[in-house]
């Protein structure tokens, strides 16, 4: 760090005179901090008590990988928080898989493909099994 | 109404903003790139996040008292930190909008809460501005001074900011939701702010680098020189982590993409020498 020129010198107020391109500084400043702020706080009361509202589907696709079948699962978000490490369980009669999405945002969908064994049989069910806030 | 003379001591001017904003791009721009803040700034409680405004403010204001963005001048810590914190909202707007992390579809809540959680790291940068670069620059930083001296310089600080974001997957998504408009917008922006950061807020050697003698480095050509080589560098390291395909144009947008955060980091790197 360099060497300090300057003596510490006692904090000015905000009541000065300053020049145009001070002034417009401060301005657009005040004026991008009000409208973080008090959109923020806006916000705030427009989601105040809202969760996550999740859901999923299941689909065949109809292909076969090592003779076992594939299904996409769509994970969808339809509440107003978002939510992560949502883990959900895939079934095909007796066999079961689990499959963690990371995260999801509100209003937002996720699919992944889960593969089953040749010996799977009877309808692709899904269910969540948990989930946390962020 | 005429300033009076003490008021005029030490008055903020474009160069002092300008070096505010070249620390808040260095520091703030690899958080910008990280999908945990778009996700977490559209997901968190606002009452959260205006909690950590209140707190980011509050160390604005402290390091405004010792260090700042206009050099020397620690007595005006609350303005200081009102603009800084301020014009940080206003480029984390202009970067999320850029690179199409925000937009009108997502919702304003949502939108706030990215531009504010984005903001912190930025604001925090232009409170540090002061010490971006060291007055006296690196040490036998003169050493350097030639064109090849200021193309390893720009390779270096390329590789430093960049590296980071390279093996991530945020410039490959990036690239693949930002279109052909706004990646050339990408390139102006980077090309602008090099330029700025270079040549134009009140770093160490502004003067004798817009005074170099030889055309190579002339100001235009330097800093354009400066961006190909943080593109060459972020197109091999995106080859060497494996996310580029061939000469294609998804490619060519992922290079583009972290080629910015590479061309603040080439700009640091020159601001050294």
Redesign the interface.
């Known amino acids: 760090m360099s060497p300090r020129t300057q003596t510490k010198r006692k904090p000015q107020s905000l009541k000065r005179d300053r020049t145009p391109f001070e002034r417009a500084l401060l301005l657009v400043s005040v004026a991008s901090i009000a409208a973080v702020l008090v959109g923020l706080f806006l916000y705030a009361g427009d989601t105040a008590g809202e969760q996550a509202d999740l859901e999923t589907t299941v689909q065949r696709t109809g292909r076969l990988v090592e003779g076992g079948p594939e299904v996409l699962v769509t994970l969808t978000n339809r509440g107003g928080s978002g939510a992560e490490d949502v883990v959900v369980e895939v079934k095909i009669g007796e066999e079961s898989r689990e499959v963690a999405f990371v995260r999801i945002a509100k209003h937002e969908e996720r699919t992944a493909a889960v593969i089953f064994p040749p010996e799977a049989q009877g309808t692709a069910e899904a269910s969540i099994l948990s989930y946390n806030y962020p | 109404?005429?300033?009076?003379a003490g008021?005029?001591a030490n008055?903020?001017?474009?160069d002092d903003?300008m070096r505010g904003v070249s620390g808040a791009v260095i520091l703030g721009v690899p958080l910008i790139y990280t999908q945990e803040v778009w996700?977490?700034g559209?997901?968190?409680?606002?009452?959260l996040?205006?909690g950590l405004?209140v707190a980011s403010f509050t160390l604005n204001y402290a390091l405004s008292?010792f260090v700042g963005f206009h050099s020397?001048r620690?007595?005006?810590?609350?303005?200081d930190a009102?603009?800084?914190?301020?014009?940080s909202?206003?480029l984390a707007?202009l970067l999320l909008a850029i690179l199409n992390r925000i937009s009108l579809d997502s919702g304003?809540?949502?939108n706030?809460?990215i531009?504010?959680i984005a903001?912190v790291p930025l604001s925090l940068g232009f409170a540090l501005g002061n010490?971006m670069a060291?007055?006296?620059g690196g040490e036998e930083a003169e050493d350097l001074s030639s064109v090849p001296g200021d193309l390893l310089a720009s390779a270096a600080g390329a590789v430093l900011l960049a590296l980071n974001i390279a093996p991530t997957e945020e410039p490959v998504l990036m690239a693949a939701e930002i279109g052909w408009g706004r990646l050339a917008l990408l390139v102006i922006l980077a090309l602008v702010l090099s330029y700025l950061i270079v040549f134009y807020a009140e770093f160490h050697g502004r003067s004798t680098r817009a005074k170099a003698a030889h055309p190579i480095q002339s100001p235009m050509v330097e800093t354009t020189l400066s961006y190909m080589v943080a593109l060459l560098m972020s197109g091999l390291m995106l080859l060497a982590f494996g996310a580029l395909q061939g000469p294609d144009g998804p490619s060519l947008a992922r290079v583009v993409v972290l080629g910015f955060p590479a061309s603040m980091g080439a700009a640091l790197g020159r601001l050294l020498v």
């Open positions: 109404m005429t300033p009076k008021d005029q008055p903020t001017d474009p903003a996700f977490h559209g997901n968190l409680s606002p009452e996040i205006l405004l008292n020397g620690t007595f005006r810590p609350l303005e009102i603009i800084g914190f301020g014009l909202f206003v707007t304003w809540g949502p706030l809460g531009i504010a903001a010490a060291p007055e006296e």
